[in-house]
């Protein structure tokens, strides 16, 4: 299985800031034939479901905030939040879609400072 | 609106079995691939299964394989999940999800599971 690893576990960052939260994966999850890492991230926040934010490392689901964004390729991918919000307070998940089993990250719990 | 709603989760008993229910609402069922994704209250999230739009593709978790057993009726919009033999290590949050461009872009609100004596 496909081993994802995020870090921190946690962080904390000012409102208006920038978080960064990092995501490595045990093998590539390159498809070099059409160029798409399947790579996702998520965002939950108590009580609530999982969101999808963004699919193929960078590309942003449709209503999600552009001070969203992904980045990365092959095993190393970054969220990046940009001018950080209160409603952004939540546990951010990287998830692998490359070879079933499908695997998430631990998490990342970020708070505001 | 587009939504998925769970039922089904219940109290049981190790060794006992549970089907576990997900209505979709708003968007063409039967043109999804759908999964099912667990998560312990306060821990993270487990992917569990999922099934392509006829079942004739079904994957298991290693840790549900032979005990758990997805399913889906097009005709009434609904994905299953069959869990037998069920175990402490089982209690979760079961989510149901719908699978658009290789990631999971709607989740249900999730049913909860407890297996206890």
């Known amino acids: 299985d496909i081993v994802m690893t995020q870090s921190p576990d946690s962080l904390t960052v000012s409102l208006g800031e920038r978080a960064t939260i990092n995501c490595k994966s045990s093998?590539?999850?390159?498809?070099?034939?059409?160029?798409?890492?399947?790579l996702n991230w998520y965002q939950q926040k108590p009580g609530q479901p999982p969101r999808l934010l963004i699919y193929?490392?960078?590309t942003r689901e449709s209503g999600v905030p552009d001070r969203f964004s992904g980045s990365g390729s092959g095993t190393d991918f970054t969220l990046t939040i940009n001018s950080l919000q209160t409603e952004d307070v939540a546990v951010y998940y990287c998830?692998?879609?490359?070879?079933?089993?499908?695997?998430f990250g631990q998490g990342t719990r970020l708070e505001i400072k | 609106e587009v939504k998925l709603v769970e039922s089904g989760g219940d109290l049981v008993q190790p060794g006992g079995s549970l089907r576990l229910s997900c209505t979709a609402f708003?968007?063409?069922?039967?043109?999804?691939?759908m999964h099912w994704v667990r998560q312990v209250p306060g821990k993270g999230l487990e992917w569990v299964s999922r099934?392509?739009?006829?079942?004739?593709?079904?994957t298991y978790a290693g840790s549900v394989k032979g005990r758990f057993t997805i399913a889906r009726d097009n005709a009434k919009n609904t994905l299953y999940l069959q869990m037998n033999s069920l175990r402490a290590e089982d209690t979760a949050v079961y989510y149901c999800?719908?699978?658009?461009?290789?990631?999971?872009?709607?989740w249900g609100q999730g049913t909860t599971v407890t297996v206890s004596s």
């Open positions: 999800a719908r699978e658009a461009v290789w990631s999971l872009d709607v």
């Open positions: 708003g968007f063409i069922f039967s043109s999804h691939w």
């Open positions: 099934s392509n739009n006829d079942q004739s593709d079904r």
């Open positions: 093998q590539s999850l390159l498809d070099r034939s059409n160029n798409r890492n399947y």
């Open positions: 193929w490392s960078s």
């Open positions: 998830q692998q879609y490359y070879t079933p089993p499908l695997t």
